[in-house]
Protein backbone atom coordinates (compact mmCIF):
# COMPACT_ATOMS: atom_id res chain seq x y z
CA UNK A 1 0.00 0.00 0.00
CA UNK A 2 1.41 3.62 -1.18
CA UNK A 3 1.97 5.59 2.01
CA UNK A 4 0.17 9.19 1.65
CA UNK A 5 2.75 11.98 2.04
CA UNK A 6 1.61 15.75 3.26
CA UNK A 7 2.14 18.64 1.46
CA UNK A 8 1.57 20.19 4.88
CA UNK A 9 3.59 17.76 7.01
CA UNK A 10 6.50 17.70 5.25
CA UNK A 11 6.49 14.00 4.21
CA UNK A 12 5.50 12.40 7.84
CA UNK A 13 2.58 9.91 7.46
CA UNK A 14 -0.88 11.10 7.16
CA UNK A 15 -2.97 10.78 10.18
CA UNK A 16 -6.70 9.58 10.92
CA UNK A 17 -8.41 12.50 11.11
CA UNK A 18 -7.38 16.50 9.66
CA UNK A 19 -5.21 18.56 12.24
CA UNK A 20 -7.04 21.78 13.00
CA UNK A 21 -6.42 25.18 14.23
CA UNK A 22 -8.38 28.67 14.66
CA UNK A 23 -8.53 31.81 14.24
CA UNK A 24 -10.46 34.52 16.71
CA UNK A 25 -10.64 38.29 16.44
CA UNK A 26 -10.15 40.43 19.30
CA UNK A 27 -14.03 41.41 20.81
CA UNK A 28 -15.01 45.42 20.64
CA UNK A 29 -17.87 45.19 23.65
CA UNK A 30 -18.76 43.26 26.74
CA UNK A 31 -21.59 41.33 24.67
CA UNK A 32 -18.87 40.32 22.06
CA UNK A 33 -16.23 39.05 24.97
CA UNK A 34 -19.11 36.65 25.98
CA UNK A 35 -19.34 35.54 22.61
CA UNK A 36 -16.06 34.79 22.05
CA UNK A 37 -15.28 32.91 25.37
CA UNK A 38 -18.44 30.44 24.37
CA UNK A 39 -16.70 30.00 20.92
CA UNK A 40 -13.48 28.74 22.85
CA UNK A 41 -14.62 27.20 25.59
CA UNK A 42 -17.16 25.38 22.42
CA UNK A 43 -13.88 24.45 20.10
CA UNK A 44 -11.25 24.01 23.05
CA UNK A 45 -11.99 20.50 23.78
CA UNK A 46 -11.03 19.74 19.90
CA UNK A 47 -7.45 20.22 20.69
CA UNK A 48 -6.51 22.24 18.04
CA UNK A 49 -3.32 23.06 17.22
CA UNK A 50 -3.06 26.24 17.94
CA UNK A 51 -5.50 29.20 17.74
CA UNK A 52 -4.51 32.51 16.61
CA UNK A 53 -5.91 36.18 17.76
CA UNK A 54 -6.03 38.87 14.56
CA UNK A 55 -4.41 42.18 15.33
CA UNK A 56 -6.78 45.14 13.82
CA UNK A 57 -5.74 47.42 10.64
CA UNK A 58 -2.80 49.77 11.82
CA UNK A 59 -2.43 48.29 15.43
CA UNK A 60 -5.71 49.37 16.34
CA UNK A 61 -6.74 46.21 18.44
CA UNK A 62 -3.43 45.87 19.71
CA UNK A 63 -4.30 46.42 23.53
CA UNK A 64 -7.56 44.03 22.47
CA UNK A 65 -5.64 41.61 21.20
CA UNK A 66 -2.88 41.17 23.68
CA UNK A 67 -5.95 40.90 26.53
CA UNK A 68 -7.72 38.22 24.82
CA UNK A 69 -4.16 36.16 24.09
CA UNK A 70 -3.05 36.56 27.90
CA UNK A 71 -6.77 35.11 28.89
CA UNK A 72 -6.32 32.32 26.67
CA UNK A 73 -2.89 31.37 28.66
CA UNK A 74 -4.26 31.80 31.89
CA UNK A 75 -7.98 30.49 31.56
CA UNK A 76 -7.12 27.34 29.20
CA UNK A 77 -4.46 25.07 27.77
CA UNK A 78 -4.72 26.62 24.02
CA UNK A 79 -1.42 27.18 22.57
CA UNK A 80 -2.05 31.21 21.48
CA UNK A 81 -0.88 33.05 18.45
CA UNK A 82 -0.75 36.61 18.69
CA UNK A 83 -1.13 38.15 14.82
CA UNK A 84 1.27 41.04 14.30
CA UNK A 85 1.71 43.21 11.72
CA UNK A 86 4.55 46.32 11.36
CA UNK A 87 2.25 48.57 8.87
CA UNK A 88 2.30 52.09 10.36
CA UNK A 89 4.49 51.34 13.50
CA UNK A 90 8.21 52.05 14.04
CA UNK A 91 10.47 49.50 14.71
CA UNK A 92 10.82 50.03 18.40
CA UNK A 93 7.07 49.98 18.87
CA UNK A 94 7.02 46.78 17.27
CA UNK A 95 10.11 45.52 18.93
CA UNK A 96 8.38 46.59 22.22
CA UNK A 97 4.97 44.22 21.43
CA UNK A 98 7.20 41.31 20.44
CA UNK A 99 8.70 41.27 24.15
CA UNK A 100 5.88 41.27 25.86
CA UNK A 101 4.32 38.89 23.99
CA UNK A 102 7.40 36.68 25.03
CA UNK A 103 7.27 37.72 28.66
CA UNK A 104 4.17 36.57 29.18
CA UNK A 105 4.90 33.39 27.56
CA UNK A 106 3.60 33.51 23.62
CA UNK A 107 6.30 31.40 21.55
CA UNK A 108 4.28 31.87 18.09
CA UNK A 109 3.31 35.16 16.42
CA UNK A 110 2.11 35.38 12.80
CA UNK A 111 3.68 37.68 11.51
CA UNK A 112 1.82 39.91 8.77
CA UNK A 113 2.46 43.11 6.98
CA UNK A 114 -1.03 44.38 7.58
CA UNK A 115 -3.62 46.26 5.78
CA UNK A 116 -3.45 49.93 5.20
CA UNK A 117 -5.37 51.92 8.21
CA UNK A 118 -7.92 52.86 4.89
CA UNK A 119 -9.20 49.22 3.90
CA UNK A 120 -8.07 46.96 1.26
CA UNK A 121 -7.23 48.90 -1.52
CA UNK A 122 -6.06 52.14 -0.30
CA UNK A 123 -2.98 53.40 -0.72
CA UNK A 124 0.44 51.44 1.54
CA UNK A 125 2.81 53.57 2.94
CA UNK A 126 5.92 51.86 5.25
CA UNK A 127 6.81 53.34 8.41
CA UNK A 128 9.62 55.13 7.92
CA UNK A 129 11.39 53.77 10.80
CA UNK A 130 9.91 50.86 10.98
CA UNK A 131 9.84 47.15 9.15
CA UNK A 132 9.44 48.10 5.14
CA UNK A 133 7.35 44.33 4.76
CA UNK A 134 6.33 40.64 6.67
CA UNK A 135 9.84 39.40 5.63
CA UNK A 136 12.19 42.09 7.78
CA UNK A 137 9.17 42.00 10.37
CA UNK A 138 9.87 37.98 10.71
CA UNK A 139 13.91 38.50 10.87
CA UNK A 140 13.45 41.13 13.38
CA UNK A 141 11.35 38.41 15.33
CA UNK A 142 13.80 35.94 15.34
CA UNK A 143 16.71 38.12 15.93
CA UNK A 144 15.16 38.90 19.30
CA UNK A 145 13.31 35.87 20.47
CA UNK A 146 14.79 33.29 18.69
CA UNK A 147 12.25 30.74 20.41
CA UNK A 148 8.96 32.08 19.22
CA UNK A 149 7.50 30.25 16.06
CA UNK A 150 6.76 32.33 13.52
CA UNK A 151 3.67 31.77 10.90
CA UNK A 152 3.07 34.24 8.09
CA UNK A 153 0.53 34.42 5.03
CA UNK A 154 0.45 32.93 1.45
CA UNK A 155 -2.16 33.33 -1.47
CA UNK A 156 -3.13 30.72 -3.83
CA UNK A 157 -4.61 33.36 -5.66
CA UNK A 158 -1.43 35.88 -5.43
CA UNK A 159 -1.77 38.80 -3.13
CA UNK A 160 -3.94 41.42 -4.84
CA UNK A 161 -1.36 44.26 -4.50
CA UNK A 162 1.49 41.54 -6.67
CA UNK A 163 1.99 42.07 -10.09
CA UNK A 164 2.41 38.18 -10.83
CA UNK A 165 2.60 34.97 -9.03
CA UNK A 166 6.47 34.64 -9.29
CA UNK A 167 7.00 38.30 -7.21
CA UNK A 168 4.69 36.86 -4.81
CA UNK A 169 5.99 33.38 -4.44
CA UNK A 170 9.43 35.73 -4.33
CA UNK A 171 7.93 37.37 -0.93
CA UNK A 172 7.07 34.60 0.41
CA UNK A 173 10.48 32.79 -0.21
CA UNK A 174 12.13 35.78 1.83
CA UNK A 175 10.02 35.38 4.81
CA UNK A 176 10.98 31.69 4.68
CA UNK A 177 14.53 32.65 4.73
CA UNK A 178 13.80 35.33 7.26
CA UNK A 179 12.48 32.02 9.76
CA UNK A 180 9.38 31.80 8.75
CA UNK A 181 8.10 28.07 9.45
CA UNK A 182 4.41 27.79 8.24
CA UNK A 183 2.58 29.87 6.21
CA UNK A 184 -1.45 29.86 6.27
CA UNK A 185 -3.15 30.28 3.07
CA UNK A 186 -5.95 32.92 2.26
CA UNK A 187 -9.59 31.82 1.99
CA UNK A 188 -10.06 29.85 -0.86
CA UNK A 189 -12.91 27.70 -2.54
CA UNK A 190 -11.48 26.09 -5.66
CA UNK A 191 -8.82 23.50 -4.59
CA UNK A 192 -7.05 23.31 -8.06
CA UNK A 193 -6.30 26.79 -6.71
CA UNK A 194 -4.47 25.40 -3.89
CA UNK A 195 -2.48 22.65 -5.65
CA UNK A 196 -1.49 24.80 -8.36
CA UNK A 197 0.10 27.49 -6.34
CA UNK A 198 1.75 24.26 -3.77
CA UNK A 199 3.38 23.41 -7.33
CA UNK A 200 4.85 26.91 -8.09
CA UNK A 201 5.92 27.27 -3.71
CA UNK A 202 7.47 23.49 -4.43
CA UNK A 203 9.23 24.12 -7.25
CA UNK A 204 11.08 27.58 -5.78
CA UNK A 205 12.79 25.02 -3.43
CA UNK A 206 9.99 26.05 -0.22
CA UNK A 207 9.43 23.26 2.02
CA UNK A 208 7.71 24.47 5.14
CA UNK A 209 3.98 23.70 5.39
CA UNK A 210 1.50 25.59 3.61
CA UNK A 211 -1.68 25.28 5.73
CA UNK A 212 -4.98 25.94 3.59
CA UNK A 213 -7.19 28.47 5.22
CA UNK A 214 -10.85 27.33 5.68
CA UNK A 215 -13.65 29.73 5.90
CA UNK A 216 -17.71 28.72 6.55
CA UNK A 217 -19.84 30.66 4.90
CA UNK A 218 -22.13 32.12 7.71
CA UNK A 219 -23.88 34.76 5.73
CA UNK A 220 -23.02 33.74 1.66
CA UNK A 221 -23.82 37.44 0.53
CA UNK A 222 -21.64 39.00 3.41
CA UNK A 223 -18.63 36.72 2.88
CA UNK A 224 -18.39 36.76 -0.79
CA UNK A 225 -18.27 40.82 -0.67
CA UNK A 226 -15.21 40.43 2.02
CA UNK A 227 -13.02 37.82 0.43
CA UNK A 228 -13.77 39.43 -3.18
CA UNK A 229 -12.17 42.77 -1.59
CA UNK A 230 -9.49 40.22 -0.63
CA UNK A 231 -8.54 38.94 -3.86
CA UNK A 232 -10.50 35.55 -3.57
CA UNK A 233 -12.54 34.50 -6.23
CA UNK A 234 -16.09 32.73 -5.46
CA UNK A 235 -16.59 30.40 -8.07
CA UNK A 236 -20.36 29.87 -9.44
CA UNK A 237 -21.36 26.84 -8.46
CA UNK A 238 -20.77 27.65 -4.83
CA UNK A 239 -23.48 30.62 -5.13
CA UNK A 240 -25.48 28.43 -6.79
CA UNK A 241 -25.33 26.27 -3.68
CA UNK A 242 -26.83 29.65 -1.57
CA UNK A 243 -28.87 30.65 -4.29
CA UNK A 244 -32.57 31.29 -2.57
CA UNK A 245 -30.83 31.57 1.17
CA UNK A 246 -31.25 34.80 1.86
CA UNK A 247 -33.93 34.24 4.50
CA UNK A 248 -33.00 30.70 5.85
CA UNK A 249 -29.87 30.94 7.80
CA UNK A 250 -30.93 27.14 8.99
CA UNK A 251 -30.89 25.90 5.67
CA UNK A 252 -27.71 28.09 5.01
CA UNK A 253 -25.66 26.60 8.53
CA UNK A 254 -26.65 22.79 6.39
CA UNK A 255 -25.20 24.11 3.41
CA UNK A 256 -22.15 26.04 4.87
CA UNK A 257 -20.73 23.05 6.85
CA UNK A 258 -21.56 20.29 3.82
CA UNK A 259 -19.37 23.14 1.83
CA UNK A 260 -16.70 23.21 4.03
CA UNK A 261 -16.46 19.66 5.02
CA UNK A 262 -16.13 18.61 1.68
CA UNK A 263 -13.25 21.16 0.53
CA UNK A 264 -11.53 19.70 3.61
CA UNK A 265 -12.07 16.07 2.73
CA UNK A 266 -11.10 16.41 -0.60
CA UNK A 267 -8.05 17.89 0.19
CA UNK A 268 -7.17 15.35 3.55
CA UNK A 269 -7.64 12.57 0.58
CA UNK A 270 -5.15 14.55 -1.75
CA UNK A 271 -2.48 14.43 1.56
CA UNK A 272 -3.22 17.82 2.83
CA UNK A 273 -3.53 16.93 6.97
CA UNK A 274 -3.56 20.26 7.94
CA UNK A 275 -6.26 23.60 8.16
CA UNK A 276 -7.11 26.72 9.82
CA UNK A 277 -10.59 27.70 9.84
CA UNK A 278 -11.45 31.41 9.82
CA UNK A 279 -14.46 31.05 12.80
CA UNK A 280 -15.69 34.60 12.67
CA UNK A 281 -16.03 33.92 16.47
CA UNK A 282 -18.81 31.47 16.06
CA UNK A 283 -18.28 28.11 17.03
CA UNK A 284 -21.61 26.30 15.32
CA UNK A 285 -20.26 25.94 11.90
CA UNK A 286 -16.80 25.17 12.76
CA UNK A 287 -17.29 22.13 15.57
CA UNK A 288 -20.37 20.40 12.85
CA UNK A 289 -17.49 20.25 10.06
CA UNK A 290 -15.13 18.92 12.38
CA UNK A 291 -17.49 16.48 13.81
CA UNK A 292 -18.26 15.37 9.85
CA UNK A 293 -14.06 15.47 9.63
CA UNK A 294 -13.93 12.78 12.58
CA UNK A 295 -12.94 15.33 14.57
CA UNK A 296 -14.22 14.15 18.19
CA UNK A 297 -13.69 16.30 21.69
CA UNK A 298 -10.87 15.80 23.78
CA UNK A 299 -9.10 13.69 21.08
CA UNK A 300 -11.40 11.30 20.29
CA UNK A 301 -10.99 10.72 16.43
CA UNK A 302 -13.08 8.86 13.43
CA UNK A 303 -11.59 8.18 10.45
CA UNK A 304 -12.34 11.29 8.22
Not at 108 to 117: C, E, K, S, T
Not at 121 to 148: F, M
Not at 289 to 302: C, D, E, F, V, Y
Amino acid sequence: MTETVSPVSNGHRAPRTPKISFEFFPPKTEEMERNLWETINRLAPLTPNFVSVTYGAGGSTRERTHSTITRILRETDLLPAAHLTCVGAARGEIDEIVDRYHEVGVRHIVALRGDPPGGIGTAYATHPDGYQNSAELVAGIRKRHSDIEVSVSAYPEKHPEAADFDIDIDLLKAKVDAGATRAITQVFFDNDLYYRYLDRVRARGIEIPIVPGIMPMHNFKQARNFVTRAGTSVPDWLAEKFDGLDNDAETRKLVAATVAAGQVQKLFKRGVDTFHFYTMNRADLVFAISHLLGIRPNGAQKAA
